[in-house]
């Protein structure tokens, strides 16, 4: 099906730091990088689907998820699809996870730590806005 290119499949991420204000990426099975989260189903509230993805994906249990986004980005998917991701920030019970093919391996990443690794273009995009000024 091709999808009319006025069209976004639209994620919501996780924007989980640690005390130094890195963010947390998970290594996918396929040697990617990403953030943590996915696709929001259609009519679903953007803070259920991000815990509803996370846990999915990892395990983990988010606790608390800001009211509103902290950053907004569009890009091209690997696949050619365009890409809308809301980020927000959002704390984890724990990193005690259950691993899966979107999630290998966890880490914490500065914003120039990330250029040295295999991460997704719609990550790179993120650390090019994250400022770690602007996070308690």
Request: a negative charge.
């Amino acid at each position: 099906m091709e999808i009319p290119n006025v069209f976004y499949r639209v994620s919501v991420k996780a924007l989980i730091l640690n005390e130094e204000k890195q963010f947390l990426l998970a290594k996918e099975e396929n040697g990617f990088w990403e953030l943590l989260g996915g696709g929001l189903d259609f009519d679903e509230d953007p803070v259920v689907g991000l815990k509803r993805e996370v846990f999915e994906e990892t395990g983990l249990e988010i606790t608390f998820v800001n009211n509103r986004p902290s950053y907004f980005i569009t890009d091209k998917n690997r696949h050619g699809i365009w890409i809308a991701n809301v980020i927000y920030e959002a704390t984890v019970k724990d990193l005690e996870f259950k691993a899966s093919d979107e999630c290998v391996e966890l880490g914490y990443f500065g914003k120039e730590s990330v250029e040295g690794i295999n991460a997704l273009t719609n990550v790179l995009k993120f650390a090019e806005l994250f400022n770690p000024e602007n996070h308690e």
